[in-house]
Nanobody, 121 residues
Framework: QVQLVESGGGLVQPGGSLRLSCAAS????????MGWYRQAPGKQREMMAT???????NYADSVKGRFTVSRDNGKNTVDLQMNSLKPEDSAVYYC???????????????WGQGTQVTVSS
């Protein structure tokens, strides 16, 4: 069983910053990609940022230059530093990991339970 536990969400004023953290635990062979997605009410879940084991990153256009994703492979953690937050960034943010549970198992995707981020004055 793989568990992803997020922390760091909350209420912040426009222009402010928040840092989200996610830790993976349990039994798995390797985590290939970790990342952050978000889902606002009435909208589909969308990718915000991903990072590979080697440090290659990918960002949604809406957050480029404002959000930074980082990862600690040894601790199986991924963080999302969010700066210059806007009201439209309000959503539930989900941590994601693409992994194998064993060396010969299929690649699968695991999700955290989500953490609420609200940007409002």
């Amino acid at each position: 069983q793989v568990q992803l536990v997020e922390s760091g969400g909350g209420l912040v004023q426009p222009g402010g910053s928040l840092r989200l953290s996610c830790a993976a635990s349990g039994s798995f062979y390797s985590i290939y990609i970790m990342g952050w997605y978000r889902q606002a009410p009435g909208k589909q879940r969308e990718m915000m940022a991903t990072i590979s084991t080697g440090g290659d990153t990918n960002y949604a256009d809406s957050v480029k230059g404002r959000f930074t994703v980082s990862r600690d492979n040894g601790k199986n953690t991924v963080d999302l530093q969010m700066n210059s937050l806007k009201p439209e960034d309000s959503a539930v943010y989900y941590c994601n990991a693409v992994l194998r549970r064993s060396y010969n198992s299929r690649i699968e995707s695991a999700w955290g339970q989500g953490t609420q981020v609200t940007v409002s004055s």
